[in-house]
């Protein structure tokens, strides 16, 4: 962790630890053997020096499971003004599958889940074992994130980059880590995490910071925990709004309002989740039979030795409440199947249904609780659909530009720091509409 920051203010979320609990009683972990270099922990400058950057800092800001429609209708004063003074696309949509560190590290690659690797919330690679979101000792295994991320080439060409809890960014790629960093910690008020993005962003001591990237989960924990539609949901929406609003606040005092180009998005909007729309995992397919990789709305089963074609005969194609695909039959459209973390077989649940561990289903009926909201399901359902919202010195203003893929941020972020795109899955004409000066 970096920079003085207040002691714990508020618990994880019970429903996530709910699901990384159940998750665990799927998974045995497994025993990480890679010594990743560490991140500065102080979160001062490490390495060289590099001059101040004299080019315009990039903020980046992805608000965990906004929905495209929740912007302008009261709750997002900060980012509708934004969106007024800048470009805003009516939707963007997600990658498959539509899940949080998937759709993360494809916003900083520009590839697809099935081209970067991670291809799940929750996977299994046959040299590097388990991997779930809550075991931050595998997030830093380098070898689950492949492709390179934005930070890792803006390093590299002498860009200082400062990273809040990105997924992907404890990783180090090449021995290139962020040069400010600051691991995920729901317990840290939004205020405090402003505070320390604004210090990273105005530091007169070490080189400011040309990237800057902030992740924040309150929007998708409060839409799990209550539903898209809930008044807590709209409270944290409103509350993550003000702290954004209160960065830029501080950005302007500092001189550097006209000196930072800003870009808001989220990874995925979120469902409604119907009272009783959950289905026991083991009667899509027993122990005995499959080994469960993942989950929730996105299920990848790999069969046992033997029972490999019976499993598949009769899970493939629709049942009530989900469909399933042999990996190499998942339809084209989802980008999906080729890589080999991506389980031979894979049932997509629809939408607001969700298949749970019986034991998990038995304890939630048992203490009356269970999710409202959840999202991974088909990234082109409108209930799906992500924000974005971009504003700065490099942005024409009132632009509202027609739906793109969030492949297609990445090359604009490499154009707006000036850096060369590695291989990547974007349109790199997508975003031109949106600049000033293409
Ligand atoms: P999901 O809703 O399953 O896609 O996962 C997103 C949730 O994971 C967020 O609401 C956070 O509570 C949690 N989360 C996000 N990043 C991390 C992280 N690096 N470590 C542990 N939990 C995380
Ligand atoms: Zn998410
Ligand atoms: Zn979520």
């Not at 930070?151 to 040069?179: K, N």
């Not at 309150?218 to 949901?233: L, S």
Request: proline letters at 11%; one cysteine or more; hydrophobic letters at 40%.
């Amino acid at each position: 962790m970096s920079g003085p920051l207040p002691p714990t203010a508020r618990p994880v979320r019970p429903a996530t630890l709910v699901r990384f609990a159940c998750l665990a009683l799927l998974l045995t972990l497994c025993a990480c053997t890679a010594a990743p270099r560490r991140p500065d922990p102080s979160g001062q400058p490490a390495g060289a020096t590099v001059a101040t950057t004299p080019a315009p800092q990039l903020l980046m800001v992805s608000i965990d499971g906004l929905r495209a429609d929740a912007l302008g209708r009261g709750d997002t004063p900060n980012l509708d003004r934004l969106a007024a003074g800048g470009v805003r696309a009516q939707k963007m949509r997600p990658s498959y599958p539509v899940l949080t560190f998937p759709n993360h590290y494809t916003l900083v690659t520009g590839l697809r889940p099935d081209r970067h690797g991670v291809v799940h919330n929750t996977m299994k690679d046959a040299e590097l074992g388990r991997f779930i979101v809550a075991d931050k000792d595998a997030g830093r295994v380098p070898g689950w994130w492949q492709g390179v991320p934005l930070w890792t080439s803006a390093e590299r060409a002498g860009i200082a980059t400062a990273v809040w809890a990105w997924p992907g960014a404890s990783a180090p790629r090449d021995g290139v880590l962020p040069r400010y960093w600051h691991e995920f910690d729901a317990s840290i008020p939004l205020d405090a995490r402003m505070d320390q993005v604004a210090a990273w962003m105005t530091t007169p001591d070490g080189p400011r910071p040309g990237l800057v990237a902030v992740y924040l989960e309150n929007v998708d924990g409060a839409g799990h925990d209550h539903g898209p539609d809930a008044p807590e949901t709209h409270a944290a929406i409103r509350a993550v709004d003000a702290a954004i609003g209160g960065l830029l606040a501080r950005l302007d005092a500092a001189g550097l309002s006209d000196r930072v180009n800003v870009v808001v998005v989220s990874d995925h909007g979120m469902a409604n989740v119907p009272a009783g729309h959950y289905l026991a995992v083991e009667d899509m397919a027993s122990m005995e039979e499959a080994e469960v990789v993942s989950i929730g709305q996105v299920i990848g089963l790999i069969p046992r030795p033997g029972h490999e074609a019976a499993v598949t005969r009769r899970l493939a194609g629709r049942h009530s409440h989900y469909e399933c695909w042999p990996k190499a039959e998942i339809p084209v459209r989802l980008h999906y199947g080729h890589h080999p973390r991506v389980p031979p077989l894979v049932c997509q649940m629809d939408e607001g249904w969700n298949a749970l561990p019986r034991e998990t289903l038995q304890k939630r009926n048992a203490e009356g609780t269970q999710d409202h909201g959840a999202h991974g399901y088909d990234p082109d359902s409108p209930t799906m659909a992500a924000v974005f919202v971009a504003h700065g010195p490099a942005f024409r203003e009132g632009l509202v530009l027609p739906p793109f893929d969030n492949v297609d941020v990445y090359p604009l972020l490499v154009h707006l720091l000036g850096i060369a795109p590695q291989p990547n899955d974007g349109d790199p004409t997508t975003l031109l509409p949106a600049l000033r000066e293409p």
